[in-house]
């Protein structure tokens, strides 16, 4: 489990490319949301993120996450970072996407961190 609010993105891009939706729905608290495509509204709460990641993972993609910045304050963070994610596409053509992300993750009882505001599009 990550132990730092920068663990909680590496942790969720090697989920997602080993196809492990569940490992990767188990970063985000329960209250979660999730933006899942640009100008889209969140997705609230495990169910509907476990939904959308699925076809994320179904891409087997490549995550790759460059941590820009990481300000943490009273058990909250948040961690913007540049990603690229390669993978291929239903139909077999190369998918390439790139964006900045700006989240949030919060201290959990046991230390470790959860993805509570999960903005791929939002920096």
Do not use: N
């Not at 969140?42 to 993972?57: S, W």
């Not at 009882?109 to 993805?115: A, K, M, N, R, S």
């Amino acid at each position: 489990m990550p132990g730092t609010p920068a663990d909680v993105i590496t942790e969720f891009a090697a989920a997602l490319h080993d196809g492990r939706v569940d490992d990767a729905v188990a970063l985000y608290e329960p209250d979660a949301a999730f933006i899942a495509e640009p100008g889209a509204d969140p997705l609230r709460g495990t169910d509907q993120i476990r939904a959308a990641l699925a076809g994320f993972a179904a891409l087997r993609p490549t995550l790759t996450p460059e941590i820009r910045k990481v300000v943490e304050a009273g058990g909250v963070a948040t961690v913007r970072h540049a990603w690229t994610l390669e993978g291929t596409g239903p139909d077999g053509t190369p998918l390439r996407l790139s964006g900045t992300s700006a989240d949030v993750v919060r201290r959990r009882p046991d230390g470790t961190w959860g993805l509570l505001i999960d903005d791929p599009w939002g920096a």
